[in-house]
């Protein structure tokens, strides 16, 4: 009898990274890559600051489907969409055939979150999620002036400085009173909001957008605090959502992500789940730094090895030219406060719990030197 | 001496400032930084992704 192959279900970099660090220890078992889209190898993070560098969506695609499959010695399917899971008969439905696994890896990623948007604008409100989004965001910005950003989180705020760079207007809209809301105390948030305001974005907080309406070639927005303001373009970027519903219709068991233990195990013995779409032990990290932590840890798991995955504190960079951040944020509901130190030149934000241990910090500008000293104090999440 | 840039996340690598936090000291060439060394912003191993020269 022949092996099945492990199926990976998506080639960002969870599933191409699973299938590079499992080839390193196991050349022979077939592996398949699903993907939806063209299935070629890009950087995610890259998509919200390539515009500054003047980067095509073509130059950020480093590798195509075919020269990924000799690589990794893998069968990649392009636009190939896994309508169901069988975890009983070990099987998927895709494209309408049936596909036969000895182990799945669901590397789905997430979906942008929409807000609920009146008029008749609001269908044309583009977000930028994957390389083919990146590539349309691009050809609608050419020759525009005006960009309205839904969302002052991470990527809201990436872009914002992406663009201003690029001479465009930028005003961010966020229902937060602060930017990076979860991610910084308020004296921080502060210092990075001066500094994008410095290069001339215009931030609209502690209120969202209600209506967008077509105005010629223009968008209307209307804000729930009576404002409006025209864009030429609007960009939502208001957070991401694991992409649950496959997994939920096979009876795997989800919560915000897809739920598995330390294995990245789901409650079926076979099927795995890792990256944006997983929740390990209630944590859901939608970074590149857990990815390689899971990806590394799966692959031995995958040839019979348990390998647990460890995540050690993983300070996140916020790609932000005008105010350099690194921010490792404390758990939700961890106890204890933040001091924050400020100067001209940066603002060093610690949060400790009351008996003195380092639970996160928010770095800016000179204070980022500070990382690998205040990383090391941190302590280790699973 | 070079800069490079991350593939995955962007992270510049400057020859000429080396990542001393990290034991590569100012000066050390891409080619001399050891293949266990990964990306401090997001963990990609040299070893798995090479940078490119910008």
Known sequence: ?382 | MKVWQCLVCSFIYDEAKGDPEHGIKPGTKWEDVPMDWSCPDCGVAKADFDMVEV
């Open chain 1, 1 to 382: 009898m022949s092996t099945q192959p492990v199926v990976i279900v998506g080639s960002g970099l969870a599933g191409y990274t699973v299938a590079r660090e499992f080839r390193k220890l196991d050349t022979q078992t077939p592996v398949v890559v699903l993907s939806r889209d063209h299935g070629g190898f890009y950087s995610k993070p890259m998509l919200s600051n390539a515009f500054a560098q003047k980067k095509s969506a073509d130059s950020l695609l480093m590798k195509e489907a075919a020269t990924m499959a000799s690589d990794l010695n893998a069968e990649i399917r392009p636009h190939s969409t896994v309508t169901a899971i069988n975890p009983q008969l070990k099987q998927l439905s895709v494209n309408g055939e049936v596909l036969q696994y000895s182990k799945l890896v669901l590397a789905l990623g997430a979906d942008t979150i929409r807000l609920p948007l009146q008029g008749d604008g609001a269908d044309d409100v583009l977000s930028v999620n994957d390389l083919d989004d990146y590539r349309r965001f691009r050809e609608a910005v050419d020759g525009k002036k005006d960009i309205a950003i839904l969302g002052a989180g991470l990527i809201g705020c990436e872009f914002a400085n992406d663009l201003i760079g690029s001479g465009y207007q930028v005003d961010v809209v966020d229902l937060a009173p602060q930017l990076l809301g979860r991610l910084l105390p308020p004296e921080s948030a502060a210092y990075i909001q001066r500094k994008l305001e410095g290069e001339g974005v215009v931030f609209h907080l502690g209120t969202t957008t209600q209506l967008v309406e077509k105005a010629g070639a223009q968008y209307k927005l209307k804000l729930a605090n009576g404002e409006s303001l025209v864009a030429d373009l609007v960009l939502s970027a208001v957070g991401l959502k694991p992409r649950t519903a496959l997994a939920a219709s096979a009876g795997i068991k989800t919560n915000r992500g897809i739920v598995v233990n330390t294995l990245l195990q789901t409650n079926f013995e076979d099927i795995y789940a890792l990256g944006d779409c997983a929740e390990v032990e209630g944590r859901v990290l939608p970074f590149v730094m857990p990815i390689m932590q899971a990806a590394r840890a799966l692959a031995p798991t995958l040839t019979g090895h348990a390998t647990p995955v460890k995540y050690p504190a993983m300070p996140v960079a916020v790609k932000t030219p005008a105010c350099l951040t690194v921010v490792s944020p404390p758990d939700a509901g961890a106890q204890g406060e933040w001091k924050v130190e400020g100067g001209v030149d940066g603002v060093n934000a610690q949060f400790h719990h009351k008996n003195g241990q380092l639970l996160g910090f928010a770095l800016m500008g000179a204070a980022v030197g500070e990382k690998s000293k205040l990383t090391q104090q941190l302590p280790a999440i699973l």
